[in-house]
């Protein structure tokens, strides 16, 4: 796993960061569209660094969307991968010029701070070629998602363990439902994901 306070070069599957906000684990799974356990053994919480362009990430719609492509996984990679990518519907919609005037525009609605700022969670447990998309990635609960096309900075902002605390360079806090103090703590780490 990467070393909390360590900025890192990260592509792939991103959304915003009130997607994940300092949520325990499971809710954390369903707001993304993570199979369920997916993040029990911990994860990190990534923030973006850098401002984006439109050459750096292309429209994956939401987290109902799992995989960027419409319609519900299937049961098997082969099904899974006939699904229509959310990329191309808006890209056959708009033409490539539309295309990017909406990347444009929706740039501008992206902060580097804040509930809105591009986030990543990264899983201890890797993704499983031998699991079944419905099963690895099933639908999640509607947050902006998009994929980045190239690496980007992130900064390596809290490791979320598997007993529910979540790490930072300077605070260590639970945000297990069952800690007496879950709602302050969730405050303060939120607070700091979102100035980080």
């Not at 959304?15 to 300092?22: D, E, F, G, K, M």
């Not at 900075?153 to 605390?165: C, K, P, Q, T």
Request: proline share 5%; with cysteine; charged share 25%.
């Amino acid at each position: 796993m990467p070393v909390v306070g360590a900025i890192e070069k990260y592509g792939g599957a991103v959304t915003s960061l009130n997607a994940i906000a300092a949520l325990p684990a499971r809710r954390v799974e369903e707001n993304l569209g993570y199979g369920r356990g997916r993040l029990s053994q911990g994860y990190c919480i990534l923030l973006l660094k850098q401002k984006l362009t439109p050459d750096d990430f292309e429209f994956e719609g939401t987290t109902l969307r799992s995989g960027g492509r419409a319609g519900l996984p299937a049961d098997n990679i082969a099904a899974d991968r006939t699904r229509r990518r959310v990329h191309d519907d808006v890209m056959a919609e708009y033409g490539g010029g539309g295309y990017r005037s909406l990347q444009t525009r929706t740039l501008l609605t992206i902060p580097l701070t804040g509930a809105s700022r591009v986030a990543k969670v990264l899983p201890t447990i890797r993704h499983n070629d031998k699991l079944a998309p419905s099963e690895q990635y099933p639908m999640g609960g509607g947050f902006r998602q998009w994929t980045l096309k190239r690496p980007c900075d992130f900064l390596v902002a809290a490791f979320v363990d598997d007993n529910g605390f979540a790490h930072t360079k300077d605070l260590s806090l639970s945000l297990r439902d069952d800690e007496p103090h879950v709602v302050d703590n969730r405050m303060r780490i939120y607070r700091y994901l979102e100035t980080a």
